[in-house]
């Protein structure tokens, strides 16, 4: 009863918003899977178990390999994505914490675009990233073919190789002031005892920031990482505005969507079972990593 | 249950045995909780309803305008019985058909929901949410006052599930007169050489890109009228209900020939929907594009006069027809309603009220031309003495699954322009799609 007592009033408090996760996350992911290996391909509903079928067919019998076409479509966004946006946050974040003027005016330029919806950006950065060259060219294309620089214009997404890196301009345009943020932060949590003692030791500015600053900022560029990986995996609404559901440049989200609008409910569970292990490849190490980390401080 | 704030309470559970005993404690009640939320519960009007709630996307422009027509031909014919507007907007349907799938799994459908008639429906039928209302066809004698091909299209293993509320046209080529006088063409094409060749001429007056094109589905619909002219209407229904294989030589020549047409096309395909084509030739950029006879009404709506069409060269007379359809779920609260509704709908007067709003033409071949505006009269005219085929990019040929992959193998053959590639993905959609 004194035990009860102990930890009753805690686990009360915590009940709902436990409840709420158990039924609405952890118990649809398990009916998601459950439909996943089932036949329930039309609103007819499920005839029964199929096994791993609806997943092997996705990567050996979909038409014109639609299914790891947009696996590649997600892997090219995504790794150019992180990377741009980890770079541009980075070098904006170094150069304001080396006490430019018009700090404040600067940070907020750079993070404003994030209070943009997707959707409303994508909207106008479909008008920008026009692909028409030449005299017809609307957009970037435009502006560049007024300075001179056609041979810089581009067909941006519409390539049929490259499209999505195109792509990952808009998402790197939006997020990489949220990670120059973090990067700030990070920056600004650094004691200031360290710079002193590396002063002290007569370490250069580049020594200062190789072998001092940056170490200490691992976390936080982990931190970033994840946030904009798992944001990249299940991106949907820029590219829903930018150029519509096609598939130029599909991904396994809009993949689920188009699949669940011709009622396959079987294959859009698989694919968003696929996501969801994607995703979970991503963000697991790292929930072990700082639980490991909070358990040694 | 109610959650008071619990003053002092302990220094939370950081012991083993207190957290493995939370644990099992959530993992009960969440149990729990879930086996309580199977049942649904059980709502609606009853049997007594008179309200006939009618479920569509139409939400604004001459559709809503068409459909406000209707309601009041509905409120005349119909007396004792009300409206109730069930309308989703948004994504061309695509809102609709989702908020309408989960409507129909849970087991609370609309009085009555909008469809493309035809193959589209053959989901709704296969899960046996709509009811067979070929009986009311017989009593209100539509089998006499729509044409046969068209009854031909509705019928699926002897029934009819649904009722037409209009036509629409889909092989018809959109041109720019000024920009064909420009370039010489004085007659319109009869066949697909003569249409290249008038392509050429365009062409040569320094209009790279004669013919406007969008994005995957209005690819399809270019592929399916040149699929028309090459195999002609018989073989190319076939395509569609399994008679007609699709690794047939004639398939690979449409191909093609499509491959060529799409040579005169504007590069920037894939980044437009078909206003955006459509804008091309109102501004003298283009001087062809092929889409439904919505376009008609949207030109007049632009304020856009200079404009003509002809039917796809090579096609014939052959009408590539889509239509809006209702049709009576199972289930649904007031079925008397919405038969007074389904009547109303093919109803002379019903379609009347409708048509001349929405710029379609009606599927009856009794109505009088002279109520409807330049483009429909002759297409109405066309509509009662041409060989009927459906159109697969608005679903009258088949069904939504397949509708999707034909879009994806098209969108794929507009970057990667691989024959065999197109060929081998449509034959395989159809293998896949294909009622047996």
Redesign the interface.
């Known amino acids: 009863m004194r035990k009860l007592r102990h930890w009753g009033p805690g686990l009360l408090l915590l009940s709902p918003s436990l409840i709420l996760l158990a039924i609405f996350v952890y118990g649809l992911i398990a009916w998601t899977t459950k439909v996943s290996v089932s036949d329930e391909h039309n609103a007819l509903g499920s005839k029964g178990f199929v096994g791993l079928e609806n997943y092997t067919k996705l990567f050996t019998e979909d038409i014109n390999d639609r299914f790891t076409h947009s696996l590649k479509n997600l892997a090219i966004f995504t790794v150019v994505f992180l990377v741009g946006a980890m770079f541009f946050g980075l070098l904006w974040a170094f150069i304001l914490e080396r006490g430019i003027k018009g700090e404040g005016f600067f940070r907020t330029v750079y993070l404003f675009p994030m209070a943009v919806s997707f959707v409303a950006s994508g909207v106008v950065w479909r008008w920008l990233m026009n692909p028409n060259k030449g005299e017809n060219a609307g957009g970037l294309n435009a502006v560049l073919g007024g300075l001179g620089l056609d041979s810089l214009q581009s067909t941006w997404w519409t390539n049929p190789n490259w499209g999505m890196a195109s792509m990952a301009i808009p998402a790197m345009w939006q997020l990489a002031g949220y990670v120059m943020a973090l990067f700030l932060a990070g920056f600004r949590g650094i004691p200031a005892e360290l710079r002193e003692a590396a002063a002290m030791d007569g370490a250069s500015t580049y020594r200062l920031y190789r072998n001092v600053i940056f170490p200490q900022l691992t976390p936080v560029a982990l931190s970033a990482l994840i946030i904009l990986g798992h944001m990249s995996m299940k991106m949907f609404d820029l590219i829903m505005s930018v150029s519509g559901p096609q598939w130029l440049t599909e991904v396994p989200a809009i993949y689920v969507w188009q699949t669940l609008l011709t009622s396959d409910y079987a294959k859009a569970a698989a694919i968003s079972i696929i996501l969801l292990l994607l995703v979970a490849v991503v963000i697991v190490p790292y929930l072990i990593y700082t639980n490991r980390a909070e358990k040694n401080a | 249950m109610i ?1 008071s ?2 003053k002092g ?5 950081r012991t083993r ?2 957290r493995r ?2 644990v099992a ?3 009960v ?2 149990l729990l ?2 086996g309580a ?1 199977g049942s649904s519960d059980d709502n609606g009007g009853g049997s007594g309803s008179t309200k006939v709630e009618v479920f569509t996307w139409w939400a604004d422009g001459g559709e809503k305008a068409g459909l406000d027509g209707l309601v009041k031909q509905f409120g005349t014919d119909c007396a004792g019985q009300t409206f109730e507007n069930g309308a989703v907007a948004g994504g061309a349907g ?1 809102n609709a ?2 908020v309408l ?1 989960s409507r ?2 849970q087991g609370t459908p609309p009085d009555t929901f909008q469809a493309h008639a035809g193959a589209e429906l053959s ?2 039928i ?2 046996g ?1 709509v009811e067979d209302i070929s009986a009311d066809y017989d009593a209100w004698g539509l089998k006499q006052a729509f044409p046969q091909g068209l009854i031909d299209n509705l019928t699926v293993e002897g029934k009819i599930y649904s009722v037409p509320a209009n036509i629409h046209r889909a092989n018809v080529v959109w041109t720019n007169k000024k920009v064909l006088a420009d370039a010489g063409i004085t007659k319109d094409p009869t066949d697909l050489a003569g249409f290249i060749a008038d392509l050429e001429k365009v062409k040569a007056k320094g209009i790279k890109a004669p013919l406007a094109i969008g ?2 589905w209005t690819q399809l619909m270019l592929f399916e009228s040149v699929l028309i002219t090459d195999l002609g209407p018989e073989k190319f229904t076939g395509l569609w209900n399994g008679a007609t294989d699709w690794n047939d030589p004639l398939v690979t020549k449409a191909i093609n020939d499509f491959k060529t047409l799409l040579t005169y096309t504007n ?2 395909r ?2 437009l ?1 078909w206003t955006d084509a459509e804008k091309l030739v109102m501004d003298g ?1 283009a001087g062809y594009q092929l889409m439904g006879d919505w376009e008609a009404a949207d030109l007049d709506a632009k304020k856009f006069t200079d404009y003509a069409w002809f039917t796809f060269p090579g096609n014939g007379d052959t009408f590539q027809w889509l239509a809006d359809s209702f049709v009576l779920p199972k289930g649904a609260n007031n079925p008397e309603g919405t038969k007074c509704w389904l009547k109303t709908v093919g109803s002379a007067a019903g379609q009347k009220a409708f048509n001349t709003t929405k710029g379609s033409i009606p599927a009856r071949t009794d109505a009088a031309p002279a109520d409807y505006p330049k483009y429909q009269q002759a297409a109405m005219a066309d509509w009662k003495s041409a060989k009927q085929v459906p159109s697969c990019a608005h679903g009258s040929a088949c ?3 397949w ?3 034909a ?6 053959f ?3 322009q691989d024959v065999p ?1 197109l060929q081998k ?1 449509l034959a ?2 159809a293998s896949q799609f294909v009622k047996k």
Do not use: E, H, M, W
Request: hydrophobic share 40%.
């Open positions: 959650f704030p619990v309470g302990g220094r939370g559970g045995i207190t005993a939370a404690a959530v993992g009640v969440a909780t879930a939320c695509a058909k989702s799938a129909l799994q989901d709704y296969l899960a949410q994005k995957d590069t920037d894939d980044a929907d950029k069904s939504q699954g509708q999707g992959a879009n994806s193998a098209l969108g794929a507009s970057t990667k590639a993905a395989t959609a």
